[in-house]
C-alpha cells in the first residue's frame, strides 16, 4: 500500500523557473518529468538503479545563494533534489543544451550510421534524440574517417544477438541482468575506448528473461535472432494483450503485419509485471501457426453395416454440430449392459468465458458434474481446499509479496513456474528485505538468486515440513508473512490442509499458485466436479437452485462428479461412454497410459483443439478452436485479478470454445445463452459469486506410511519453464537457450556413482536415461526435470512422489 508522504519529507525545487514539490530524494530527472519537462536519457530506467553512464541528461545546476549549486553540468539521472535547488535544463539553459549536444555527438563518433537496416529503427531513442538534442553536424571524424566496426552479431545467446558497434555503452542491459533477473552473465568488459558488452567463456547468457534486454536497450545493440531484420517498426499494427503461458496474467503488446504475429513486448502494468515478461511469454506465439493447425472440423464415419469406425475427414460446421450432438446424447443415454454418461476434461489453458461455457454444457446439456480443469496429478483434498481457500478469494497481491517480511514455498518453484512472481520476489528481497523459505528437496538457482533459506524436503515429505514450520523460531511467521502453495502440494496427503492450518495459527496470508493461465479461472467458473460457477458447492441445494434459476433450467445435477482421475478410470472400464476434450495432452495427463486407454475404450469423443494431437486423432468429432489471438477473453491471474484482452485478429477458420460448445447444445436442442465472448460474461457477471458457505467438508487427508525399499529413491520433479510443452513448438532459438535435463542426486549417492557421468532411473512406467549432477538433497531423494526427456517423466518413469532405482552409466 502507499502512504501518503509527511511534510516533512517533501522539498520545492524549481525547474526552469517553475516550483515544484516531490518527495526527498526523488532524482532530479524525475522531478522534471513532473513539470513536463522531458530530459533527454539513455542509461536512465525507472525500475534499474541509477548510474549516471550515458551522460546525456545533463543540466546546470546555478548557485541560488544557497549553496546547492555547482560549477559543471551534472547527470540529472544521479543526483537528488534538494531543498530550494534550482535546476535548468535544455529548455532554459544554453550550458546544458551545449552539454547535451556535445555529448551526443561523443555517442555518435563510432555509432554506426544504419538506422535503414537497423531493427531499432524508427523507435530509437538514440535516432530521436540525435534529432531533437544533437547538432546538425558533427565536430569530429572517427581516427582516419573510420568508425570502427566489430564482427557480427555476436551471440549472447541462442535468441539474442549483439552489434556491438552500436552500443552507447549505458548498461542497462547488464543492470537488468544483475539487478532484476539475477543472471550476471553478461558484463562488461575491456576498459576506456575499447569498453563493451561480452559474456564468460563457455557460459552464454542463459536466462528465462533475457528477451527484456532488447525492449529495453536504447540502440539496436541487442536483437532476437526471431525477428531480426523480420520487420519495420512503422510496418507493424500494435495491439495490447494478457500472457498466455502462465497464471502470473503479465501484460503484453503484439506486434502483428498482415495476419501474422512479429514479436511480443513486455506491457507496463505496475501492479503485476511492471515492464518485465519472460522469455516465454515474449516469444513463444509461433505455435499458433504450425503446419498442423486445425483448420476445418473433422467427422469421423461410422460403417452403418458393421459399425467400425472409418477414417476422419472434413466437414461443415453445420455437419459437425449435429454429428457430436447425435454422439453425445447416444453416449450419455448410453447402450444396452454398457455404460452411459459424458465426462468432461478441460484442462488450463482456457479463458475464463470457454471454462464457463464447459461448465454450463456439463451440467445443462450432458446432465453431469463429471467434470475437472485439472489435467494434472491431484487430490480429492485439492479439490475442498479450492473451494474453501482460493475461488472468489483475493488474499495476496504482487504488492504484498514486495512488501511481506517472510514468504514460503512449498510445492513451488517460481522461476520456472510463475516468472512475474519470481521477479517480483526478487525485488522484495533486495528493496524490502523479505526473507524467503522453500520447501524443496534442494537449493535451486532460483532459490539461490532469491538468497532464500532452503528447508531440505524429501519428495513427498511436505505435510510434515508444514507442520514443522508453526514451531520455527527461525521462520517467525506473522501476519505480514505470504505462503505461497503450489499446485504440485495437491500429491501430497495432507500438505495442503496443513498450509491452511499454517495460515490459520501464525495469522500468514495464503495464495495458490498454479501453472497454467486458464486454472484460476476454470476454478472461479466451476470446472470441478463439487463446485458450480461463483463459488457454489455442488453439496448446497440451495446453491443448485440457485444456479438453475440463473440458468433458466429446471434443476442441475445433485451429486459431486468424478474427477480427472475418475472420469479416465470410468470411460476405460466401460462406466462413462463418452468424452468431451478441450485442449488437453495426454502427456499433460497424470497416468498417460490409463488416459490412452481410456480414449481406445471410449464410445465417442469429441475434442475442441489447436492443433493435432493424440486426442484429436482418436476422436469422432473435431472442432478447430481458436487460439487467444484470434478471440477476445479474459484470464483471471492467480491472485484472483481478471484480465481482460481484445482479439488481435479476426479469422473465420476457428471458434472460441465457447461458441462452438453453444452450437452443440443449440442442435442438442438447448441453448446456453451465448454465442460470443461478450455475452458469456454478461451471463458470467450475472451468476455472480456466492454468498453462502461455498467449502464442502474438508475429506480427511488419507495419510499413508511411507515406507523406502533400499536402494530406492522418491522421486521429486517439476516442470520447468522451457520444456517438451506444445505451446513452445516453432520456436528454435527460444528451446535452445532451455536448461539442459539432468538428473540431481545427493552429493552421498553421487560419490557413490564414482564418476559416472550419466544414470539410469527405473521406475514403475518405465526408464530413462539424463546426465547426472550433485545436489544438496535430502539423502532419499532424487530430482529430474518434469516434461524434458522423451514423452516426459510422467510418461516414461513414474509419477512425482513414488520410489525409482538409480543406476550408474559410464561413459
Known amino acids: 500500500m502507499t502512504t501518503t508522504p509527511e511534510k516533512t519529507d517533501l522539498v520545492t525545487v524549481t525547474i526552469d523557473g517553475i516550483q515544484v514539490t516531490v518527495p526527498k530524494d526523488t532524482l532530479v530527472i524525475r522531478a522534471a518529468e513532473q513539470v513536463g519537462v522531458q530530459i533527454p536519457r539513455f542509461c536512465d530506467h525507472p525500475l534499474l538503479a541509477p548510474v549516471g553512464a550515458c551522460r546525456q541528461c545533463l543540466v546546470e545546476i546555478p548557485d541560488a545563494g544557497n549553496g546547492r549549486g555547482m560549477p559543471k553540468p551534472q547527470a540529472s539521472c544521479t543526483i537528488p533534489v534538494a531543498e530550494g535547488m534550482v535546476v535548468n535544463t535544455q529548455i532554459t539553459s544554453a550550458v546544458a543544451d551545449k552539454a547535451q549536444q556535445g555529448q551526443m555527438e561523443f555517442l555518435l563518433i563510432n555509432h554506426p550510421l544504419d538506422c535503414p537496416v537497423c531493427d531499432k529503427g524508427g523507435e530509437c531513442p538514440l535516432q530521436n534524440q540525435a534529432m531533437s538534442n544533437g547538432r546538425g553536424e558533427s565536430r569530429f571524424s572517427a581516427t582516419g574517417g573510420v568508425k570502427r566496426t566489430f564482427p557480427k552479431p555476436i ?124 522469455d516465454k511469454d515474449r516469444f513463444a506465439f509461433l505455435y499458433a501457426r504450425q503446419a498442423d493447425r486445425l483448420t476445418h472440423p473433422l467427422v469421423r464415419d461410422i460403417d452403418k453395416a458393421d459399425g467400425s469406425r472409418g477414417e476422419l475427414r472434413p466437414a461443415s460446421w453445420p455437419e459437425a454440430f449435429a454429428v457430436a450432438a447425435r454422439g453425445l446424447a447416444a453416449a450419455r443415454h448410453g447402450t444396452e449392459g454398457g455404460g452411459s454418461g459424458v465426462g468432461v476434461l478441460t484442462g488450463g489453458r482456457l479463458i475464463a468465458e470457454d471454462a464457463y461455457a464447459y461448465s454450463k454444457f456439463a451440467r445443462v446439456v450432458l446432465g453431469t458434474n463429471d467434470i475437472d480443469f485439472r489435467a494434472r496429478p491431484h487430490s480429492e483434498e485439492e479439490a475442498a481446499f479450492l473451494a474453501a481457500e482460493v475461488v472468489l478469494r483475493m488474499p495476496v497481491t504482487y504488492t504484498d509479496l514486495e512488501q511481506a517480511s517472510t514468504v514460503v514455498l512449498a510445492g513451488f518453484e517460481p522461476e520456472d513456474e510463475a516468472g512475474s512472481v519470481f521477479l517480483r520476489l526478487r525485488k522484495a528481497t533486495a528493496h524490502h528485505g523479505t526473507r524467503v523459505v522453500a520447501l524443496a528437496p534442494y537449493t535451486s538457482r532460483g532459490l539461490k538468486k532469491l538468497d532464500g533459506r532452503l528447508v531440505p524436503t524429501s519428495a513427498g515429505a511436505e505435510r510434515d515440513a508444514l507442520l514443522a514450520l508453526a514451531d520455527d523460531a527461525e521462520t517467525g511467521l506473522d501476519a505480514t508473512s505470504v505462503i505461497l502453495v503450489g499446485e504440485r502440494l495437491a500429491t501430497v496427503p495432507g500438505a495442503l490442509t496443513a498450509a491452511a492450518d499454517l495460515a490459520r495459527t501464525t495469522g500468514a496470508r495464503l495464495a495458490w499458485i498454479p501453472r497454467r493461465a486458464g486454472d484460476r479461472g476454470a476454478l472461479e467458473t466451476g470446472c470441478l466436479p463439487n463446485l458450480l460457477p461463483g463459488g457454489r458447492p455442488v453439496s448446497d441445494a440451495a446453491a443448485r437452485v440457485d444456479a438453475a434459476t440463473a440458468w433458466g433450467v429446471a434443476s442441475v445435477p445433485d451429486r459431486a462428479g468424478r474427477d480427472a482421475d475418475g472420469i479416465i478410470a470410468a470411460v476405460a472400464a466401460g462406466e462413462l461412454s463418452g468424452l468431451v476434450v478441450g485442449g488437453v495432452e495426454i502427456d499433460d495427463l497424470p497416468d498417460p497410459a490409463a488416459a490412452r486407454e481410456a480414449l481406445a475404450a471410449a464410445q465417442f469423443v469429441v475434442s475442441l483443439e489447436l492443433r493435432e494431437t493424440e486426442v484429436t486423432r482418436a476422436a469422432d468429432v473435431v472442432f478447430p478452436v481458436a487460439p487467444v489471438t484470434d478471440k477476445a477473453g479474459m484470464f483471471v491471474t492467480w491472485e484472483g485479478r481478471p484480465r481482460t484482452f481484445d482479439a488481435v485478429f479476426a479469422n473465420p477458420g476457428s471458434l472460441p470454445d465457447l461458441r462452438i460448445l453453444a452450437g452443440i447444445a443449440e442442435e442438442s436442442g438447448t441453448s446456453l445463452g451465448f454465442r460470443t465472448v461478450d455475452e458469456a460474461r454478461r451471463q458470467m457477471n450475472e451468476v455472480g459469486p456466492w454468498d453462502g458457505d461455498r467449502a464442502p467438508a474438508t475429506p480427511e487427508p488419507k495419510i499413508k506410511q511411507r515406507r523406502l525399499a533400499r536402494n530406492k529413491f522418491w522421486l521429486a520433479s517439476w516442470k520447468q519453464m522451457l520444456d517438451n510443452g506444445v505451446m513452445l513448438h516453432g520456436d528454435s532459438a527460444l528451446l535452445a537457450t532451455a536448461r539442459p535435463a539432468v538428473a540431481r542426486v545427493p552429493q552421498a549417492t553421487y560419490d557413490v556413482l564414482a564418476g559416472a557421468t550419466h544414470v539410469t532411473l527405473t521406475g514403475d512406467r518405465g526408464a530413462i536415461t539424463l546426465p547426472v549432477e550433485p545436489a544438496d538433497l535430502p539423502d532419499d531423494t532424487v530430482w529430474v526435470p518434469a516434461n524434458n526427456s522423451g514423452d516426459g517423466v510422467l510418461a516414461d518413469l513414474a509419477s512425482p512422489g513414488s520410489a525409482v532405482t538409480v543406476k550408474a552409466v559410464k561413459a
Open 155 to 278: 551471440n549472447i545467446s541462442a535468441q539474442i544477438l549483439l552489434d556491438r558497434e552500436r552500443c552507447i555503452v549505458c548498461q542497462r542491459c547488464t543492470r537488468f541482468a544483475s539487478e532484476i533477473a539475477g543472471d550476471p552473465f553478461i558484463a562488461l568488459v575491456e576498459r576506456g575506448a575499447q569498453q563493451q558488452i561480452g559474456i564468460a567463456p563457455d557460459a552464454p547468457f542463459l536466462s528465462y528473461f533475457s528477451g527484456n534486454t532488447i525492449q529495453i536497450c536504447p540502440v539496436g545493440a541487442l536483437t532476437s535472432a526471431d525477428y531480426r531484420f523480420r520487420s519495420r517498426p512503422f510496418d507493424l499494427v500494435s495491439t495490447p494483450s494478457v500472457a498466455e503461458h502462465d497464471a502470473c496474467g503479465s501484460a503484453i503488446r503484439v506486434d502483428h503485419r498482415r495476419g501474422k504475429v512479429m514479436r511480443r513486448l513486455a506491457g507496463n502494468d505496475p501492479e503485476v509485471n511492471e515492464e518485465w515478461i519472460t
